[in-house]
């Protein structure tokens, strides 16, 4: 199948919004794996004079996650999505947490400009057209020394944890996404992970981007091997 896209992608999450919550509720340590990630960026303080930006939200709940270690930070969530972000910010929510329907790719038309003193993605790498331009956006985001957490479908190059992935997404997550019209999306899913960097290849792609102190650090469970998070950091000075 053909990946899909810009605005076809974001289509098909406009669609899904209704049920995604659901899905990922069934998915075992979800929500769990978002908070350690958060914990991984290793910010102090609860977060308190920081401000912090979640770049495809979705329906909140990497912002639910970054609120809930850092709940003195002050959170610009970002999606493609106007479906999915309708949902995040229908949640409620403490003061700090701001709402922004844009495309990553045109951030500053939508008033979103930096610094920043860490960006959190999850699962938005491996959708957009040309991660090395948006690595690039997110580094001339970030204040120098500002850190970067990358939570992303990234096999290890194992040939059974890409039999795993094809178990699951196949088996699972498809029979039951057709059956709530959204099948396109979540075949998308599955060819996006297969067709998408290795572990350690978007460690390389970091690097390139100007990034130091690059990790790619796994998540536990049945996504081990599967799911990584990737710290890594704005140098202070230009290289």
């Known amino acids: 199948m053909t990946l899909l896209r810009d605005d076809d992608l974001a289509a098909?999450?406009?669609?899904?919004s209704r049920s995604y919550d659901a899905l990922v509720a069934a998915n075992p340590g979800y929500h769990?794996?978002?908070r350690?990630?958060?914990?991984?960026?290793g910010l102090p303080g609860y977060g308190a004079g920081l401000r912090l930006l979640d770049l495809g939200c979705g329906t909140g709940a990497s912002t639910a996650a970054l609120r809930s270690e850092l709940p003195a930070a002050h959170i610009t969530a970002v999606d493609a999505s106007a479906g999915m972000l309708e949902?995040?910010?229908a949640k409620p929510w403490?003061?700090?947490v701001t709402f922004v329907h844009a495309p990553v790719e045109r951030l500053a038309e939508a008033g979103v400009t930096g610094p920043f003193d860490a960006v959190f993605a999850a699962y938005l790498l491996r959708n957009v057209d040309d991660p090395d331009a948006v690595l690039t956006t997110?580094?001339?985001l970030l204040a120098p020394g500002g850190r970067l957490a990358v939570h992303e479908y990234t096999l290890s190059g194992r040939r059974a944890d890409r039999?795993?992935?094809t178990m699951v997404s196949r088996g699972l997550v498809q029979p039951v996404a057709s059956a709530l019209g959204d099948g396109a999306l979540y075949r998308h899913l599955r060819r996006s992970?297969?067709?998408?960097?290795?572990?350690?290849?978007?460690?390389d792609r970091l690097d390139a981007a100007g990034f130091d102190t690059v990790r790619a650090l796994p998540l536990p469970g049945w996504q081990t091997g599967i799911t990584h998070t990737f710290v890594a950091r704005r140098p202070e000075t230009a290289r």
């Open 193 to 203: 992970v297969v067709d998408f960097d290795t572990a350690d290849r978007f460690t």
């Open 36 to 41: 350690r990630s958060v914990r991984r960026l």
């Open 87 to 89: 949902r995040a910010a």
């Open 138 to 140: 997110v580094h001339d």
């Open 32 to 34: 769990a794996h978002l």
């Open 94 to 96: 403490a003061d700090g």
């Open 12 to 16: 098909a999450f406009d669609h899904a």
């Open 163 to 165: 039999a795993v992935w």
